[in-house]
């Protein structure tokens, strides 16, 4: 079968596309998926880079197939395997695999999706609208009331905050590194969009709240960004840093934190707010019947064939595109 190996970290570079990879058994606690589409994300290039070459959350090692997202039919399952059956339509996130057109996936990993979600659509949904669920859910906490910065906003994760925080009633600041992509989170429901101006929003958000302050900033940008968030947040408010695209803090003092207001300061992961079957179900669920009943919206901005996988990573690292991306991996009956 076709896949999308790595034998070593570095640049797209290193990306191989194989077509004579063997095809993964059906081991027990696991499905075999034919997959239809795969995802393209950060965490893509990121294990391609090697940051997760030592990570006890995402423990995945060299050699190994690319892709932490896809969707497509189950052909077969493992022992002990007994809600899920082949000819399932299924989508997953956060098992590694899905550059290739067989993937093994841990059973409690998978969500079943609806007839009337297509593969495409759900292979661009299940990780990034999962992410921003259980951020705007489970830690935020968002609700009638609140008010929120969210970095990044014209970005895949980013867009997505923006819809669920305005479906939680919440004022919504977001920021975004020009007039265009300012433009896209306004549309997509925030109240007020600014410039990240080398760390004036803070200044702003501060002016726009009376001095007091957001409840919570969602920051995925990091080194360039944190400490400005620090100074955007209201007195006890909740910092979430889910991702450092700018690069790590490695000099924060707590005693920052005390300084800004008592702020709280988190740094979670998807992995251990989907620890078993039912959350992953409910999480999908949930994300799945919004786009159905349109108040979620996923824009598919590039669909790719396996032999772009080189030009897909360079384009994703320059930053080159705004909404999310998959690779059509598997026949094109697919559907």
């Given at each position: 079968?076709?896949?999308?190996?790595?034998?070593?970290?570095?640049?797209?570079?290193?990306?191989?596309?194989?077509?004579?990879?063997?095809?993964?058994?059906?081991?027990?606690?696991?499905?075999?998926?034919?997959?239809?589409?795969?995802?393209?994300?950060?965490?893509?290039?990121?294990?391609?880079?090697?940051?997760?070459?030592?990570?006890?959350?995402?423990?995945?090692?060299?050699?190994c197939t690319l892709g932490m997202e896809g969707a497509g039919d189950i052909v077969a399952v493992g022992?002990?395997?007994?809600?899920?059956?082949?000819?399932?339509?299924?989508?997953?996130?956060i098992a590694w695999g899905s550059y290739a057109e067989y993937a093994s996936v841990p059973a409690a990993?998978?969500?079943?999706?609806?007839?009337?979600?297509?593969?495409?659509?759900?292979?661009?949904?299940?990780?990034?609208?999962?992410?921003?669920?259980?951020?705007?859910?489970?830690?935020?906490?968002?609700?009638?009331?609140?008010?929120?910065?969210?970095?990044?906003?014209?970005?895949?994760?980013?867009?997505?905050?923006?819809?669920?925080?305005?479906?939680?009633?919440?004022?919504?600041?977001?920021?975004?590194?020009?007039?265009?992509?300012?433009?896209?989170?306004?549309?997509?429901?925030?109240?007020?969009?600014?410039?990240?101006?080398?760390?004036?929003?803070?200044?702003?958000?501060?002016?726009?709240?009376?001095?007091?302050?957001?409840?919570?900033?969602?920051?995925?940008?990091?080194?360039?960004?944190?400490?400005?968030?620090?100074?955007?947040?209201?007195?006890?408010?909740?910092?979430?840093?889910?991702?450092?695209?700018?690069?790590?803090?490695?000099?924060?003092?707590?005693?920052?934190?005390?300084?800004?207001?008592?702020?709280?300061?988190?740094?979670?992961?998807?992995?251990?707010?989907?620890?078993?079957?039912?959350?992953?179900?409910?999480?999908?669920?949930?994300?799945?019947?919004?786009?159905?009943?349109?108040?979620l919206d996923i824009a598919i901005e590039g669909r790719y064939e396996m032999e772009d996988v080189q030009?897909?990573?360079?384009?994703?690292?320059?930053?080159?595109?705004?909404?999310?991306?998959?690779?059509?991996?598997?026949?094109?009956?697919?559907?």
């Amino acid at each position: 079968m076709k896949a999308i190996l790595i034998e070593r970290y570095g640049g797209p570079e290193v990306l191989q596309l194989r077509t004579d990879h063997p095809m993964p058994a059906a081991a027990p606690g696991h499905v075999v998926v034919r997959v239809a589409y795969a995802g393209i994300n950060f965490m893509d290039v990121h294990t391609r880079q090697g940051k997760y070459a030592a990570s006890a959350t995402y423990p995945v090692r060299l050699p190994c197939t690319l892709g932490m997202e896809g969707a497509g039919d189950i052909v077969a399952v493992g022992a002990d395997v007994t809600h899920l059956a082949p000819g399932d339509r299924v989508a997953w996130c956060i098992a590694w695999g899905s550059y290739a057109e067989y993937a093994s996936v841990p059973a409690a990993k998978v969500a079943k999706i609806p007839d009337a979600i297509p593969f495409d659509l759900a292979a661009a949904a299940i990780f990034q609208g999962a992410t921003a669920h259980y951020l705007v859910e489970d830690i935020a906490r968002l609700g009638p009331g609140s008010t929120c910065l969210i970095h990044a906003a014209s970005g895949s994760i980013g867009q997505l905050l923006v819809q669920m925080a305005a479906r939680r009633g919440a004022t919504i600041f977001a920021t975004a590194s020009s007039a265009q992509k300012c433009a896209v989170a306004l549309a997509r429901g925030a109240h007020h969009a600014l410039p990240y101006d080398d760390g004036r929003f803070a200044d702003r958000i501060r002016e726009a709240t009376g001095g007091a302050g957001v409840d919570v900033v969602f920051d995925a940008v990091g080194k360039t960004t944190l400490r400005d968030s620090l100074r955007a947040c209201r007195t006890r408010g909740l910092v979430i840093n889910y991702g450092n695209v700018s690069g790590s803090v490695t000099d924060l003092d707590p005693i920052e934190l005390g300084e800004a207001g008592s702020l709280f300061l988190t740094r979670p992961r998807l992995a251990d707010h989907m620890r078993d079957g039912a959350t992953v179900q409910r999480r999908a669920d949930a994300v799945f019947g919004a786009l159905l009943e349109g108040s979620l919206d996923i824009a598919i901005e590039g669909r790719y064939e396996m032999e772009d996988v080189q030009r897909i990573h360079a384009r994703l690292e320059a930053r080159e595109q705004i909404g999310k991306s998959v690779m059509r991996v598997g026949a094109a009956h697919h559907t």
